[in-house]
């Protein structure tokens, strides 16, 4: 549906297309999402999408109706300016619709962003949704403050280039993280299994496609020192509770993070 009309016009049979699978959505949408999907879906993309608040939160709630895994992928979702002022009516219904997406399981949900705010991730927070895949290291970032919140997170997909020190705070839920196409320095892969050795359950580290950057030190090298602390501070871990999956690697990844690090 490439307009918020066509959208409209076929919401009147669409729950009735009994096969349907998927279903794009472009355009503009405010108000309730009133859209009734058919029990067969199970991925909505939306695309060029601008929506209110209100919108997205209807959407999320209906999707956690459904009684099979479903995604919702964001590709390039814009939430529109609510405008309000503190105690407007519009304000405390949005209020009402994150309360309400708080209340509701919402574990069969994967979410997919590609393009997203600050703003779209705090509508996540404290959600039950249980699989998040973050398409760039920027949206890493705008969601790490939100991550530790989502308690049924249980698997996380990365993508895109990650240096320093790794600082994003997993729930404690987690029971997979799988980095896809991934460029990273040392310390931040070092960082990143230092915290999964930290959890009380077994983990897993899918290695799919991840590329470590060259960090162009001569010895003694301060950055050097730094990544040789990180690799002694895992040598002096328990780190049996991980399980690393690598699908491509190189030399200096087997080298520099296999040895005598983990089981």
Known sequence: ???????????????????????FL?????????????ASLQCISLQKLECSSEWLCSLLI?????????????????????????????????SDLRSEIMSH???????MVTKGSKKLF??????????????TADFASLASEILHTLNKLTKLYLW??????CDIELPASLQCISLQEVECSSEWLCSLLITLSSFDHPVTCELWNVVLQSSGY???????????????????L?????????????????????TRSTS
């Open 1 to 23: 549906m490439r307009t918020a009309d066509c959208a409209s016009l076929a919401s009147e049979i669409l729950h009735t297309l009994n096969k349907l699978t998927k279903l």
């Open 26 to 38: 472009w355009g503009t949408y405010t108000g309730q999402c009133d859209i009734k999907l058919p």
């Open 62 to 94: 209906t999707l956690s109706s459904f009684d099979h895994p479903v995604t919702c992928e964001l590709w390039d979702v814009v939430l529109q300016s609510s405008g309000y002022t503190l105690g407007d009516e519009l304000h405390t219904h949005v």
């Open 105 to 111: 399981d919402m574990s069969k949900i994967e979410i």
């Open 122 to 135: 705090e509508i996540l927070r404290y959600t039950s949704i249980r699989i998040l895949d973050l398409r």
């Open 160 to 165: 895109g280039t990650y240096t320093g020190r």
């Open 218 to 236: 001569t010895l003694g090298d301060e950055s050097h020192t730094h990544v040789s602390d990180l690799r002694s501070e895992m040598l002096s």
């Open 238 to 258: 328990d780190m049996s509770n991980i399980k690393i999956m690598v699908k491509t690697g190189s030399k200096e990844l087997y080298q520099r993070f296999f």
